[in-house]
Nanobody, 124 residues
């Protein structure tokens, strides 16, 4: 099974930036898309975007487009979520996920493997 571990969460003031990291088990994600989700307390999980591991194509949800950037480091089997201009409404637990392929990059249900999540709190 694919293993995913997120890190980099924490406390940040409104308007600040934070970069989340996700490391995947070696040689298990070559054909997958890697995505980011978040879930606030009492709310359903929200799909933020994803990146194809092979080609590096990205997809972003409208809610984070222009503020968040997804990138990858193939040599380290890592995917990143750079978050800028953070707002209190960005407060949530953020999850890294893997699944599908480049063809299903924008389809949230294609992501079937999940990390444990890392908490992000944005104060006003």
């Amino acid at each position: 099974q694919v293993q995913l571990v997120e890190s980099g969460g924490g406390l940040v003031q409104s308007g600040g930036s934070l970069r989340l990291s996700c490391v995947a088990s070696t040689r298990t994600v070559s054909n997958y898309a890697l995505g980011w989700f978040r879930q606030a307390p009492g709310k359903e999980r929200e799909f933020l975007g994803g990146i194809s591991w092979g080609g590096g194509s990205t997809y972003y949800a409208d809610s984070v487009k222009g503020r968040f950037t997804i990138s990858k480091d193939g040599a380290k089997n890592k995917v990143y979520l750079q978050m800028n201009s953070l707002k209190p409404e960005d407060t949530a637990t953020y999850y890294c996920a893997a699944g599908g392929d480049a063809r299903t990059l924008s389809w949230s249900k294609a992501y079937t493997y999940w990390g444990q999540g890392t908490r992000v709190t944005v104060s006003s």
